[in-house]
């Protein structure tokens, strides 16, 4: 699910200018240059091809249900870091280091992700020593149009809906709820809610997000009590000068070509058994 954002509405410098007299055309004047900047026309700047920004992302899904009579508990986390490139107004690519871990069972090798397209390209030193001669990267395609790997960051939608949505409770901080509905723009999203937590540097540029959403089973399913997702993704470098190209031809090899033994060797050294996606 792609993460949604809200911004603010920033008001430093008011009282500044109510601190002093000046003369009116003066303060008229140093009100115009005081007018808080849209975030939403802020984050459309930088969604900009060539532009970039780099993220840190931790995430976990809880899944709370009950079998034989007892309630129990599945947890799996998720650590990203990495950098997003931007075309005219979406992520065109990115190039994340990702590595997951259950309360059930130790942490899995971290891998490196690049995605572009449809695609994403996936390695880590495991990984490449499992693959035949010469290969290093394994090479899977979304089966849609949409790539789920690129399904982060923020899109000025989103973020205009969380403006909407939120009031700030410190400089810089807007906090907000919403129904899993509304959250999702999906009357068929099913019961849930939404908490997010919102901040912002003195430009209005995203600093950071922590998304909370807990849903429930629809009518009599028993498949799970609830599903709480966890999200605190933190921005820097808004604008940085960034390009990621997919992998050289001649170092990938398409998942499909795998064989059961090399798949079995590159899902032990990291890769994930259900893939990128």
């Given at each position: 699910?792609?993460?949604?954002?809200?911004?603010?509405?920033?008001?430093?410098?008011?009282?500044?200018?109510?601190?002093?007299?000046?003369?009116?055309?003066?303060?008229?004047?140093?009100?115009v240059q005081a007018a808080p900047v849209d975030p939403v026309k802020t984050l459309k700047a930088q969604l900009a091809p060539d532009k970039g920004v780099k993220i840190t992302e931790s995430s976990s899904i809880t899944l709370d249900f009950?079998?034989?009579?007892?309630?129990?508990?599945?947890?799996?986390?998720?650590?990203?870091?990495?950098?997003?490139?931007?075309?005219?107004?979406?992520?065109?690519?990115?190039?994340?280091?990702?590595?997951?871990?259950?309360?059930?069972?130790?942490?899995?090798?971290?891998?490196?992700?690049?995605?572009?397209?449809?695609?994403?390209?996936?390695?880590?030193?495991?990984?490449?020593?499992?693959?035949?001669?010469?290969?290093?990267?394994?090479?899977?395609?979304?089966?849609?149009?949409?790539?789920?790997?690129?399904?982060?960051?923020?899109?000025?939608?989103?973020?205009?809906?969380?403006?909407?949505?939120?009031?700030?409770?410190?400089?810089?901080?807007?906090?907000?709820?919403?129904?899993?509905?509304?959250?999702?723009?999906?009357?068929?999203?099913?019961?849930?809610?939404?908490?997010?937590?919102?901040?912002?540097?003195?430009?209005?540029?995203?600093?950071?997000?922590?998304?909370?959403?807990?849903?429930?089973?629809?009518?009599?399913?028993?498949?799970?009590?609830?599903?709480?997702?966890?999200?605190?993704?933190?921005?820097?470098?808004?604008?940085?000068?960034?390009?990621?190209?997919?992998?050289?031809?001649?170092?990938?090899?398409?998942?499909?070509?795998?064989?059961?033994?090399?798949?079995?060797?590159?899902?032990?050294?990291?890769?994930?058994?259900?893939?990128?996606?």
């Amino acid at each position: 699910m792609k993460l949604f954002f809200a911004g603010l509405v920033a008001t430093a410098a008011a009282a500044a200018v109510c601190a002093v007299a000046v003369p009116a055309q003066a303060a008229s004047v140093a009100s115009v240059q005081a007018a808080p900047v849209d975030p939403v026309k802020t984050l459309k700047a930088q969604l900009a091809p060539d532009k970039g920004v780099k993220i840190t992302e931790s995430s976990s899904i809880t899944l709370d249900f009950t079998a034989d009579g007892r309630t129990m508990q599945i947890q799996v986390n998720t650590h990203t870091v990495g950098t997003l490139a931007f075309d005219k107004g979406n992520v065109a690519a990115a190039d994340l280091r990702v590595r997951m871990s259950s309360r059930q069972k130790r942490s899995t090798p971290p891998y490196r992700v690049i995605a572009e397209g449809r695609n994403a390209y996936v390695t880590n030193a495991g990984i490449a020593k499992a693959l035949p001669s010469g290969r290093s990267w394994i090479q899977s395609k979304a089966s849609g149009h949409e790539n789920a790997v690129l399904d982060v960051g923020v899109t000025p939608a989103e973020l205009q809906f969380m403006l909407d949505n939120a009031s700030e409770v410190a400089t810089g901080q807007y906090q907000g709820t919403a129904t899993l509905a509304d959250f999702r723009h999906d009357k068929s999203a099913g019961e849930g809610n939404v908490e997010f937590h919102l901040y912002f540097d003195e430009h209005n540029l995203l600093t950071r997000t922590v998304v909370d959403t807990t849903t429930y089973p629809d009518g009599d399913t028993t498949a799970y009590d609830q599903m709480v997702f966890h999200t605190d993704t933190k921005y820097s470098n808004w604008g940085a000068k960034v390009k990621i190209a997919a992998p050289a031809a001649g170092k990938v090899i398409s998942e499909k070509k795998l064989n059961a033994k090399t798949r079995k060797a590159v899902i032990k050294a990291g890769y994930p058994e259900s893939g990128p996606f």
